[in-house]
């Protein structure tokens, strides 16, 4: 098949496939940019991880914009501090999809996932998405299910009773006679 030029990103490449394989080709210099298996599935994206990366802004400045999308920026940098120690390795991947996620949803969204994940220990970007997408549902629910409780009258007299009730204190020695000798799951 013969070459096909294009023009990506301001640079001019050819696209040239020989045995299964596709070459990316900087049109000026011959440098090989990337190489594909040819896929022969439909509608299908061939790309390496570090095909997506934004390698012109460092890490330091990646983790400081995910803390600016954010009203707390403790809670910010918490939980960028805890994503950075869970996966040091794919830093710069994790901070990226975070930061995608800033032109989708208000800055209240974004605070409120952030709380939730912090309080649940959710330590990535694809939790943190998840959390982003799901939440609102979420909370629905729990209004729904506050709005269909049903409260049961309770008297004064009982209120007053209710206060006065003391639980009966043992002590441990109690707990380990009963428990000596038990097998799992029997007594």
Known sequence: MSPLSYDVHGRKVILQIQ???????????GEILATHQVSHAKGRLIQRSNDRRNRQIGIPELKAQVVQMFSQVKAAKQFVQQIHEKYPRYIRDQMQV??????????????????????????SA????????????????LERLQAEAIELPVSQATKEKLKSIQPEVRPLATY???LKG?????N
């Not at 045995?19 to 210099?29: A, H, S």
């Not at 694809?126 to 629910?141: D, Q």
């Not at 038990?182 to 029997?186: E, I, Q, V």
């Open 19 to 29: 045995k299964q394989q596709l070459r990316i080709i900087d049109q000026e210099t």
């Open 98 to 123: 975070i930061l995608r996620l800033q032109s989708l949803y208000s800055k209240k969204e974004l605070d409120k996932s952030l709380q939730f994940c912090l309080d649940n220990q959710l330590v």
């Open 182 to 186: 038990a097998h799992y799951g029997t």
């Open 176 to 178: 380990t006679q009963i």
């Open 126 to 141: 694809s939790e943190f998405k998840t959390t982003l997408a799901t939440l609102p549902g979420y909370e629905a629910h």
